[in-house]
């Protein structure tokens, strides 16, 4: 389902080069997450595989299919902002719904995913409130519902908590982990924190303006960093 590959994928912006050639293989259930220093392209990369960006020159592949030209609606990915994007004037349930009513979901299934996905995210309470009567961690949450409600094959997060205090920080890794383990969907995460990333990936991939550095599992990364770089930003010991 959620099988994501980009071939000598590259995006300039005028003449600057931001992705130089890059080939990565996000398998299907994987939780990658793409670690980096600011500015070194890591939503760039995010917004490629979510078509909110053309590709320069490249290939990206979804679910086996040429996705390199299909626009945003037809690539069967959600992304998650760390600013919610929330609808204020509208309730809980009618921003969790607003995806569903563009795509035409038959008004009984809006309504059972509405409710599945509440469960999920402990929002049931709060599905008549609007986003202002909510705390930073519960509009993160009704910003994921919206995205589970169109069942992707694949989560894109670009920097989904840095908007949160660090405590509730903490709670909200381990709910998206979760939420991970029992969906089985693939998730790309985008972050700036290291302890997110070795934390929450099966897989990382460390960039440096716009190069892979290295790939790997989190202890991977730890025990045989490729270089100082790596190293310093994994924050082994080497
Ligand atoms: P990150 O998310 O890792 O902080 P970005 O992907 O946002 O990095 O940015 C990577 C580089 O691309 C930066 O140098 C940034 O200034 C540049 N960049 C991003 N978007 C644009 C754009 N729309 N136009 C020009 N340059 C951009
Ligand atoms: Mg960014």
């Given at each position: 389902?959620?099988?994501?590959?980009?071939?000598?994928?590259?995006?300039?912006?005028?003449?600057?080069?931001?992705i130089?050639?890059?080939?990565?293989?996000?398998?299907?259930?994987?939780?990658v997450?793409?670690?980096?220093?600011?500015?070194?392209?890591?939503?760039?990369?995010?917004?490629?595989?979510?078509?909110?960006?053309?590709?320069?020159?490249?290939?990206?592949?979804?679910?086996?299919?040429?996705?390199t030209?299909?626009?945003?609606?037809?690539?069967?990915?959600?992304?998650?902002?760390?600013?919610y994007?929330?609808?204020?004037?509208?309730?809980?349930?009618?921003?969790?719904?607003?995806p569903?009513?563009?795509?035409?979901?038959?008004?009984?299934?809006?309504?059972?995913?509405?409710?599945?996905?509440?469960?999920?995210?402990?929002?049931?309470?709060?599905?008549?409130?609007?986003?202002?009567?909510?705390?930073?961690?519960?509009?993160?949450?009704?910003?994921?519902?919206?995205?589970?409600?169109?069942?992707?094959?694949?989560?894109?997060?670009?920097?989904?908590?840095?908007?949160?205090?660090?405590?509730l920080?903490?709670?909200?890794?381990?709910?998206?982990?979760?939420?991970?383990?029992?969906?089985e969907t693939?998730m790309?995460?985008?972050?700036?924190?290291?302890?997110?990333?070795?934390?929450?990936?099966?897989?990382?991939?460390?960039?440096?303006?716009?190069?892979?550095?290295?790939?790997?599992?989190?202890?991977?990364?730890?025990?045989?960093?490729?270089?100082?770089?790596v190293?310093?930003?994994?924050?082994?010991?080497?």
């Open positions: 389902m959620g099988r994501i590959t980009l071939e000598k994928v590259t995006k300039s912006f005028g003449d600057v080069e931001v130089p050639p890059l080939d990565l293989e996000i398998e299907d259930g994987e939780f997450v793409f670690v980096g220093p600011s500015g070194c392209g890591k939503s760039t990369l995010l917004r490629l595989i979510a078509g909110l960006e053309d590709v320069t020159s490249g290939q990206i592949n979804i679910d086996g299919q040429d996705a030209d299909l626009p945003p609606a037809k690539r069967s990915l959600a992304m998650v902002f760390q600013s994007a929330l609808y204020p004037h509208m309730s809980v349930r009618k921003n969790i719904a607003f569903m009513r563009m795509a035409g979901v038959p008004d009984d299934e809006q309504k059972r995913r509405i409710e599945a996905a509440a469960k999920a995210l402990n929002l049931t309470d709060y599905l008549d409130r609007r986003p202002g009567q909510l705390s930073g961690g519960q509009r993160q949450r009704v910003a994921i519902g919206r995205a589970i409600v169109r069942e992707p094959a694949a989560f894109l997060f670009d920097e989904p908590l840095s908007n949160l205090d660090a405590a920080r903490v709670g909200m890794r381990l709910e998206i982990s979760e939420l991970h383990k029992r969906l693939t790309v995460y985008v972050t700036h924190d290291q302890v997110e990333a070795m934390t929450m990936a099966d897989k990382i991939v460390v960039l440096r303006a716009g190069n892979i550095e290295q790939v790997g599992s989190p202890l991977e990364l730890y025990k045989a960093p490729r270089n100082l770089f190293a310093g930003f994994i924050g082994s010991p080497t």
